[in-house]
């Protein structure tokens, strides 16, 4: 059955014999055309002749030629046997092989071994000297690094003469010592505080006394308390000698 023209829908070039008719021969101004000219951001270019195409052509609109799928084109390119990496397990979070620390991350740890290590060794050097500077420290707060002088031993003889209450006092045997360095000291003698240089009118300061040498004390009665005592050169008071009268 033929139908009717309705109208003029508009010219349509019809190939003549002189002229091939190409594989993707298409109507002149039909929807398939303006797709396959129009070129959109996901339109293909045949890569044989060049021109663009659209994403859904399969052959070439100048050339005729077919036109492969990206996908397909990637896929043949591919290693059919598959590549060593997808054959090979990878790590991820553990769950298969071995996830190797970064070299800057074990770069980092050997450095504070190291630091460890260095204090550490610092700190047992340095004990030593602490201890030392410590026992400087206290000998000299503490007194004990002060050399003590030693005080003199010399021994004794008194009489108390009742007639003028007057004591003779003299050296027997001994260490000798300074007449300036030794002091009387009591109560009941007239000489109390005197260096033994005063009250022997023989001795001037810096001589020195020594076995034999005697002075004479005057005192106030038999009631009398006498000490001979030495300072030393920090000024402590050492008694050498002590006397009590017949009646104190």
């Not at 663009?52 to 077919?66: D, K, L, N, P, V």
């Not at 009665?221 to 104190?248: H, M, Q, S």
Request: contains cysteine; negative net charge.
């Amino acid at each position: 059955m033929k139908g009717t023209d309705s109208g003029p829908v508009g010219e349509v070039e019809t190939p003549t014999e002189s002229q091939p008719v190409p594989k993707n021969y298409l109507p002149s101004g039909s929807w398939l055309e303006q797709m396959s000219e129009t070129p959109s951001d996901d339109d293909r270019y045949c890569p044989s002749c060049g021109a663009a195409q659209s994403r859904y052509s399969r052959f070439c609109s100048e050339c005729g030629i077919a036109i492969e799928d990206e996908g397909e084109s990637a896929a043949g390119s591919a290693d059919p046997q598959g590549t060593a990496e997808a054959s090979q397990p990878q790590s991820h979070g553990g769950q298969w092989g071995t996830h190797e620390p970064a070299p800057q991350a074990q770069d980092e740890g050997w450095s504070a071994v190291k630091i460890v290590v260095v204090a550490l060794g610092v700190v047992f050097l340095a004990i030593p000297a602490l201890v030392v500077m410590a026992a400087v420290l206290a000998s000299f707060v503490l007194g004990l690094g002060d050399t003590t002088e030693i005080a003199p031993n010399p021994s004794f003889e008194s009489t108390y003469h009742s007639a003028n209450a007057t004591l003779a006092v003299q050296v027997e045997s001994g260490d000798a010592f300074e007449a300036d360095r030794v002091l009387f000291v009591g109560e009941g003698i007239e000489q109390d505080g005197a260096h033994w240089s005063r009250v022997d009118a023989g001795k001037t300061p810096g001589d020195v006394v020594s076995a034999g040498d005697s002075v004479a004390l005057d005192t106030t009665g038999p009631e009398f308390v006498v000490e001979l005592v030495w300072v030393d050169e920090d000024g402590t008071y050492i008694t050498l000698w002590r006397e009590r009268g017949p009646e104190a």
